[in-house]
């Protein structure tokens, strides 16, 4: 998650749409005030795109909610943005000023595809079966909706689609006035087999119609069809 007061935007990341390449691209363009949060993992790549590391991720004092001040003793640490920190959660720890002002952009992908990429990424280290982590999975993990909606709207600016992810990226830093083409490092993709592999190739119809029953909000709204 990134809040670029350099150039004005901030970037949701969601689930298995590219975030953490999008990162390690953006990363290196932010300005010494932006807001970078913690990247684990990926040295190699981070040493050749000129990663600065991880800024200003901890919540200002005067930010902190009611809730957060409960969950210091639970958590044995200060309230900060996470990679994956929602909209709304972002919205309500950041200045008014700055969240109606900055250009909001999060990416979305078809529910399939990107749980088919999900399950071969967490799963790189258990060898759970689709319908093992389908049931140890909870709903709001396995759909991206709730990362940039809030009471059922969305509260980005723009949704962006991964299906034409280097048009988006083109449009988005010529949007905000980036110094050079957003490149795309390959950050996750190794854990999902190297051969082309399809939804179809990787779900059951039961499963399927899982995925659909929960991703039904973002694939009303974007097209998508399961």
């Known amino acids: 998650m990134i809040i670029s007061h350099k150039y004005k935007f901030i970037f949701i990341k969601t689930r298995k ?15 010494a005030d932006d807001v970078v949060t913690y990247l684990g993992g990926h040295d190699d790549i981070k040493e050749a795109v000129g990663w600065s590391g991880a800024q200003h991720h901890k919540i200002p004092v005067t930010r902190w909610t009611p809730r957060d001040v409960a969950k210091i ?19 309500d720890h950041i200045d008014p000023e700055v969240w109606n002002s900055y250009y ?22 258990t060898g ?3 319908d093992q982590y389908l049931d140890q999975a909870e709903d709001w993990r396995l759909s991206n909706w709730d990362m940039y909606a809030w009471r059922g709207r969305v509260i980005v600016d723009h949704v962006a689609r ?7 990226l083109d449009a988005f830093a010529d949007k905000v006035g980036l110094p050079d083409r957003i490149e795309l490092p390959r950050a996750k993709g190794e854990h999902r087999p190297k051969k082309k592999t399809t939804p179809q190739d990787v779900l059951s119809s039961e499963q399927i119609e899982r995925i659909a029953i929960t991703c039904a909000r973002e694939a009303r709204a974007f097209g998508y069809t399961i």
Request: hydrophobic share 35%.
């Open 73 to 91: 003793p639970l958590q044995g640490k200060l309230p900060d943005f996470h990679s994956h920190s929602p909209a709304s959660f972002v919205r």
């Open 162 to 168: 991964f299906e034409n992810i280097q048009e988006e």
């Open 104 to 125: 909001k952009i999060c990416f979305e992908r078809h529910p399939l595809d990107r749980i088919v990429s999900q399950y071969f990424w967490n799963t790189r280290e």
């Open 128 to 130: 759970l079966t689709v």
């Open 17 to 31: 749409t590219a975030g953490t390449s999008m990162e390690l691209a953006i990363g290196p363009m932010c300005g």
